[in-house]
């Protein structure tokens, strides 16, 4: 049976690497809609092979400019706003979502997916972070499938048992092996992060991905993230969770067992193997990527993560442990701090500052709705957009 499959942020690094694995798929998988905030040129070429029925922009004119771009034959109906997105993501004829948007616009339409009961693929992190319990509720009561596509995720749910259930002592789990590449600045001191550029925070050693998620590497919340995203997806606690700097990037995460066994899971740093996993689980199918050549990569290193230098991870933990509305205002107070980064209003070592800051003032609420979550998330933008580092004005992200 074909699966049909709407991409949410398609012209973004995750997406176009799902788009590559499914154009090598086409007896499989029939795009039904794509997403992307402003890429017009990008979207034209992807729909005129992809024929989706539908492609959703976030902003009219962009809209309005890749219809103007589509040739003339083409019946995929385009539309903008949030409300599209939700509808491609949650569309009775939709099989399967990848939820590859970056950052809290991410939220709604991946929950309207989990809501509708489809098989998530789950690449946006941050709407896990945001609303972990709703989300995982959503996913729960709309019989959702969801499937981790961060490769950290991925690489645990392959070394988990199959019917695991989030029952750690019930299948003899005693830890996580989070790992880590460190990012660009492994091994700097505080005082050389003070003078680093956006320009070499973006440059990750082993992986090639969007903005954001390369300054998160850089600054180590990317590891934060994945951190509460762990703890909420596989329901366990950030002491169950050990955090690994593996600067190689060959093995992805691991599970460790009562028994003494360690289960990891291998392969290049290519997106494409977890997404053909989340794609075809519980079958493989071929993902385009190079096997691994043990020979050539000849040594694995392993380091603890230096938590003084790089303090996003704790305060990750930390969100996590307070609970409630915390999570969400961590996520929102980053988004800001490297968006601030990235224009150069602030300096790399002001981004855990500011958010240390913001979750200070931060008084934590219960998460009952997702108006609680979407209130936290506002008042954590606003408060990091006060300071007086980031300027008074709004940053329109
Ligand atoms: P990217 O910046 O390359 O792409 C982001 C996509 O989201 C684009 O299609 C963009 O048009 C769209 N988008 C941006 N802002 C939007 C908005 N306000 N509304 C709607 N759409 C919007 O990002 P990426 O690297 O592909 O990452 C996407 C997500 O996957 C992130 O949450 C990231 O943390 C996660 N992720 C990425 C990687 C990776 O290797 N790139 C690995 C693991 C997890
Ligand atoms: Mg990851």
């Not at 460190?182 to 680093?196: D, H, I, N, Y």
Request: glycine share 6%.
């Amino acid at each position: 049976m074909i699966q049909t499959l709407t991409v949410l942020g398609a012209s973004g690094s995750i997406g176009q690497s799902t788009l590559d694995v499914v154009r090598r798929h086409p007896d499989r998988y029939r795009i039904f809609a794509l997403s992307a905030a402003r890429s017009v040129a990008r979207m034209r070429d992807d729909i005129v092979e992809f024929s989706p029925r539908f492609a959703v922009m976030t902003e009219a004119q962009a809209a309005a400019d890749l219809q103007a771009a589509l040739p003339d034959h083409c019946t995929t109906e385009v539309l903008a706003g949030s409300e599209a997105l939700s509808m491609i993501a949650a569309h009775n004829d939709v099989d399967a979502v990848m939820a590859a948007i970056v950052g809290a616009a991410g939220l709604l339409p991946t929950l309207a997916a989990a809501e509708a009961g489809k098989r998530v693929l789950l690449a946006n992190k941050e709407s896990l972070v945001m609303a972990g319990p709703l989300f995982m509720q959503a996913v729960r009561t709309g019989g959702a499938t969801l499937l981790p596509i961060d490769s950290e995720h991925n690489a645990i749910f392959q070394a988990l048992p199959h019917n695991y259930d989030g029952d750690f002592a019930a299948h003899g789990i005693s830890k996580i092996l989070l790992t880590a590449s460190g990012g660009p600045f492994r091994g700097c001191s505080a005082a050389e992060l003070e003078k680093v550029t956006p320009a070499q925070a973006v440059a990750h050693p082993n992986w090639s991905m969007g903005q954001k998620i390369s300054v998160d590497s850089a600054t180590l919340m990317n590891k934060g993230l994945e951190l509460i995203e762990a703890c909420f997806l596989f329901n366990c606690a950030p002491d169950d969770i050990q955090v690994v700097v593996h600067p190689q990037s060959v093995i992805h995460s691991m599970v460790q067992y009562c028994d003494g066994s360690v289960i990891a899971q291998l392969g290049q740093p290519d997106m494409r193997t977890p997404i053909a996993y989340g794609l075809a689980w519980p079958q493989r199918i071929d993902a385009g990527v190079q096997s691994l050549d043990l020979f050539s990569i000849a040594r694995l290193d392993f380091t603890p993560p230096d938590e003084t230098t790089f303090p996003c991870l704790a305060l990750a933990k930390q969100a996590f442990n307070a609970g409630g509305t915390m999570p969400a205002v961590l996520n929102a107070a980053n988004e800001i701090a490297v968006e601030a980064f990235l224009r150069e209003q602030i300096a790399f070592s002001f981004i855990p500052t500011l958010i240390a800051r913001v979750m200070a003032l931060h008084e934590v609420r219960p998460i009952q709705h997702l108006a609680d979550v979407m209130a936290a998330d506002q008042w954590a933008r606003d408060c990091a957009l006060a300071q007086p580092e980031t300027g008074h004005e709004r940053v329109n992200l």
